[in-house]
């Protein structure tokens, strides 16, 4: 019996930079979701300083402030003086 194979096509180097890049976008994407989520759930429902925040979610400042951020356009969030505050959302 012979050993017959089939050709696998390979890809170009435009695909698999392609490829790479909408890994690597996927993965940026999940890493920003679960830092909303728990910037989000350390928030709490009282008013919280932003140290309290950093401290409780161990973020990076900078990952903290660009959640909030974010948050604070998606309505989930405001800033009222130095404290955040979660915001109830649809009815």
């Known amino acids: 019996m012979a050993d017959e194979t089939t050709p ?14 909408r890994r690597w976008l996927g993965i940026a994407d999940f890493g920003l979701g679960f830092a909303f ?20 979610s161990g973020l990076p400042v900078s990952r903290v402030m660009a959640a909030l951020g974010a948050l604070e356009d998606a309505g989930c969030v405001v800033r009222e003086g130095d404290w955040w505050v979660r915001r109830r959302t649809g009815s």
Do not use: M
């Open 8 to 21: 696998v096509p390979v890809d170009s180097p435009e695909a698999r930079r392609y490829n790479l890049i």
């Open 37 to 56: 989520l728990i910037v989000l759930l350390v928030t709490g429902w009282r008013p919280t300083a932003l140290q309290q925040i950093v401290e409780r």
